[in-house]
């Protein structure tokens, strides 16, 4: 996909930038047409309707969007990257790719302070690195200079243009009619569940399409480190961490909000990310009847969630025989999402389980295979589970293994 943007900043921009900056001091207000011919008259220039109208456009971007990079926003762009020689890249459905534009030094930096200004972030010499969540819904991060030796880096996750449901996601190809199923079946049934996957695999927007699922009398509290779950639900509440000041005071972190959204009257406790000691709290609200409870975990494979759990464990302070007690009875289902190629798609669903030596495992129940979802050694006992609310994974005739691998195997 090429993106149709107007040029990216140049020099003649920045004395009329500086002008209508002075005049927003001066006058704090919107940036329309009527100032922007304000402070042209101030040049002694006058300009054309359609070019006034251009230059206002881009003006506004500097001053209340994202600058340059404005005009790389477009239906299916998932992220923005500054790298710190100034270039720019786009990741959208048809994968990671180089844009048109590239930043100068002192542009990227003057873009991510103001950015971090906007998200009520500090970022200088003395902070230079910031991680905000911008009022448009964009997820900001940045880098300066000495830690980042070459220049600014800017990295910007976009908020999803619509609200997917799992039949929008059956419709683009991420999941396919049984697995549909299968999904819709774990919220009704209330097993509490993790989507896990790598970076920029749809965790979030999976997440989000299963919650719609939930019956609309149940209340669903949210807990994030930064706002990105928009879940299309009419009984939601949000409950978002907070960083300290300058000070090194007021901080909120994922594992007080845990505990209050237990006082809250949940009827399901969602973690958008499980990335720390709040993974304790997780399981203990989920062990004292929360139902349905969910989260991301970043992972590589399903077969690794448990070693990634304790991991996120070992933080809170359980060892690995208290976590897989915890996991086992707090945690049944792990969704894994993979991309390939640039598509975002689910590839496996699988069961937590203890071992005979008594340490978590995943096994798998359903996974994909050559575009098929092929049956695993926990297919009968996810089907058990999830009882009349889905029909029956694909039948693969009673057999430990899908067929799809043992046809791989042989």
Known sequence: MTATHRPAFDEDLAPLLELLREDLVRSPGAVDVPRVVRVLRRQGRVLGAA?????????????????????????????LLVNDDGAVWVDDPDGLRRAGVRLRPGEARELAVRLATVGGRRLDDAVPWADAHLPTGIRFHAVLPPLSPGGTIISL?????????????????????????????????????????????????????MLREAPPGE???????????????????????????????????????????LRMRPDRIVLGECRGAEIRELLQALNTGHE???????????????????????????????????????????????????????????????????????????????????????????????????????????????????????
């Open 51 to 79: 070019a006034t109208l251009e230059l206002t456009a881009r003006l506004r971007d500097h001053v209340d969007g994202l600058g340059p990079l404005q005009a790389l926003i477009a239906p299916g762009v998932t992220d």
């Open 292 to 410: 349905g409870g969910c989260g991301t975990v970043h992972a590589n494979a399903a077969r690794d969630v448990p070693a990634r759990l304790e991991a996120l464990g070992a933080l809170g302070g359980l060892g690995r025989a208290a976590l897989a007690a915890q996991v086992a009875s707090a945690l049944e289902v792990v969704v894994h999402l993979g991309r390939r190629d640039g598509v975002r798609a689910l590839e496996e669903i699988a069961l937590l389980r203890r071992g005979e030596d008594g340490m978590l495992q995943a096994e798998t129940a359903l996974r994909l295979w050559d575009g098929h979802l092929a049956e695993g050694p926990a297919a009968a006992a996810l089907t058990a589970r999830i009882g009349r609310a889905a029909p029956a994974p694909p039948s693969a005739g009673g057999a430990s293994q899908p067929r799809a691998l043992r046809r791989r195997s042989a």
């Open 219 to 261: 209340r669903i509290v949210v807990v994030e480190d930064v706002l990105e779950l928009a879940v299309d639900h009419p009984h939601v509440v949000h409950l978002q961490s907070r960083h300290a000041n300058s000070e090194g005071a007021g901080a909120v972190d994922l594992t007080a909000l845990v505990r209050q959204s």
């Open 157 to 209: 996750r976009l908020p999803a243009t619509r609200r997917l449901s799992l039949d929008d996601l059956e419709q683009l190809g991420a999941i396919e009619p049984t697995s549909r199923a299968v999904l819709q079946a774990i919220i009704i049934s209330r097993l509490p569940f993790l989507v896990t996957g790598g970076t920029g695999t749809g965790k979030s927007t999976l997440l989000a399409a």
